[in-house]
Nanobody, 116 residues
Framework: QVQLVESGGGLVQTGGSLRLSCAVSGGIFSLTVMNWYRQAPGKQRELVATISVGGITNYPDSVKGRFTISRDNAKKAVYLQMNSLKPEDTAVYYC??????????WGQGTQVTVSS
Protein backbone atom coordinates (compact mmCIF):
# COMPACT_ATOMS: atom_id res chain seq x y z
CA GLN A 1 0.00 0.00 0.00
CA VAL A 2 1.33 3.39 -1.00
CA GLN A 3 1.27 6.16 1.59
CA LEU A 4 1.93 9.82 0.91
CA VAL A 5 2.75 12.61 3.35
CA GLU A 6 2.82 16.22 2.16
CA SER A 7 4.60 19.08 3.88
CA GLY A 8 5.69 22.63 3.18
CA GLY A 9 2.42 24.50 2.97
CA GLY A 10 1.83 27.77 4.74
CA LEU A 11 0.97 31.44 4.44
CA VAL A 12 2.84 33.58 1.93
CA GLN A 13 2.36 37.01 0.39
CA THR A 14 1.56 37.59 -3.25
CA GLY A 15 4.69 37.11 -5.32
CA GLY A 16 6.28 34.83 -2.78
CA SER A 17 7.44 31.23 -3.07
CA LEU A 18 6.81 27.92 -1.36
CA ARG A 19 8.19 24.44 -1.86
CA LEU A 20 5.94 21.50 -1.18
CA SER A 21 7.32 18.05 -0.48
CA CYS A 22 5.67 14.65 -0.66
CA ALA A 23 7.30 11.64 0.96
CA VAL A 24 6.23 8.30 -0.47
CA SER A 25 6.34 4.90 1.19
CA GLY A 26 5.33 1.56 -0.25
CA GLY A 27 4.98 0.63 -3.89
CA ILE A 28 7.64 0.97 -6.56
CA PHE A 29 8.22 4.71 -6.70
CA SER A 30 10.33 4.65 -9.84
CA LEU A 31 7.42 3.14 -11.79
CA THR A 32 4.81 5.57 -10.46
CA VAL A 33 3.55 8.75 -12.08
CA MET A 34 3.39 11.54 -9.52
CA ASN A 35 0.94 14.41 -9.56
CA TRP A 36 0.09 17.48 -7.55
CA TYR A 37 -3.54 18.57 -7.37
CA ARG A 38 -5.19 21.43 -5.56
CA GLN A 39 -8.68 22.17 -4.36
CA ALA A 40 -9.93 25.59 -3.41
CA PRO A 41 -13.10 26.08 -1.32
CA GLY A 42 -16.20 25.48 -3.43
CA LYS A 43 -14.20 24.34 -6.43
CA GLN A 44 -13.34 21.02 -8.01
CA ARG A 45 -9.97 19.46 -7.46
CA GLU A 46 -7.64 20.38 -10.33
CA LEU A 47 -4.39 18.95 -11.58
CA VAL A 48 -1.49 21.42 -11.33
CA ALA A 49 1.57 19.33 -12.16
CA THR A 50 2.54 15.89 -13.41
CA ILE A 51 5.88 14.14 -13.64
CA SER A 52 6.19 10.88 -15.50
CA VAL A 53 8.35 7.89 -14.70
CA GLY A 54 10.89 9.27 -17.15
CA GLY A 55 10.82 12.77 -15.69
CA ILE A 56 8.63 14.45 -18.29
CA THR A 57 6.59 17.24 -16.74
CA ASN A 58 3.29 18.81 -17.63
CA TYR A 59 1.38 21.81 -16.29
CA PRO A 60 -1.87 23.60 -17.00
CA ASP A 61 -1.60 27.14 -18.34
CA SER A 62 -2.66 28.57 -14.99
CA VAL A 63 0.65 27.59 -13.35
CA LYS A 64 3.00 27.08 -16.30
CA GLY A 65 6.20 29.06 -15.85
CA ARG A 66 5.58 29.52 -12.12
CA PHE A 67 5.39 25.97 -10.75
CA THR A 68 8.00 23.25 -11.14
CA ILE A 69 7.53 19.60 -10.23
CA SER A 70 10.51 17.35 -9.61
CA ARG A 71 11.13 13.89 -8.24
CA ASP A 72 13.94 12.14 -6.41
CA ASN A 73 13.67 8.41 -6.95
CA ALA A 74 16.43 7.66 -4.45
CA LYS A 75 14.58 9.52 -1.70
CA LYS A 76 11.12 8.44 -2.93
CA ALA A 77 9.96 12.03 -2.88
CA VAL A 78 8.29 14.52 -5.17
CA TYR A 79 8.43 18.29 -4.88
CA LEU A 80 6.47 21.27 -6.11
CA GLN A 81 8.34 24.55 -6.29
CA MET A 82 5.83 27.38 -6.50
CA ASN A 83 7.03 30.87 -7.44
CA SER A 84 5.26 34.14 -8.12
CA LEU A 85 2.31 32.98 -6.08
CA LYS A 86 -1.07 34.63 -6.52
CA PRO A 87 -4.13 34.76 -4.25
CA GLU A 88 -5.90 32.42 -6.69
CA ASP A 89 -3.29 29.77 -5.88
CA THR A 90 -4.79 29.50 -2.40
CA ALA A 91 -5.97 25.92 -1.93
CA VAL A 92 -5.29 22.61 -0.27
CA TYR A 93 -2.58 20.88 -2.26
CA TYR A 94 -2.60 17.10 -2.58
CA CYS A 95 0.08 14.69 -3.68
CA UNK A 96 -1.08 11.79 -5.84
CA UNK A 97 0.69 8.59 -6.85
CA UNK A 98 -0.67 6.75 -9.86
CA UNK A 99 0.38 3.51 -11.48
CA UNK A 100 -2.11 2.00 -13.89
CA UNK A 101 -4.14 -0.85 -12.37
CA UNK A 102 -1.90 -0.87 -9.31
CA UNK A 103 -2.02 2.40 -7.39
CA UNK A 104 -4.06 5.56 -7.09
CA UNK A 105 -3.12 6.98 -3.71
CA TRP A 106 -3.54 10.40 -2.13
CA GLY A 107 -1.93 12.32 0.67
CA GLN A 108 -3.82 14.18 3.35
CA GLY A 109 -3.19 17.58 1.79
CA THR A 110 -1.35 20.70 2.84
CA GLN A 111 -2.85 24.19 2.97
CA VAL A 112 -1.34 26.97 0.89
CA THR A 113 -2.65 30.47 1.51
CA VAL A 114 -1.51 33.45 -0.54
CA SER A 115 -2.39 36.82 0.91
CA SER A 116 -2.97 39.86 -1.27
Amino acid sequence: QVQLVESGGGLVQTGGSLRLSCAVSGGIFSLTVMNWYRQAPGKQRELVATISVGGITNYPDSVKGRFTISRDNAKKAVYLQMNSLKPEDTAVYYCNARRAQVTDSWGQGTQVTVSS
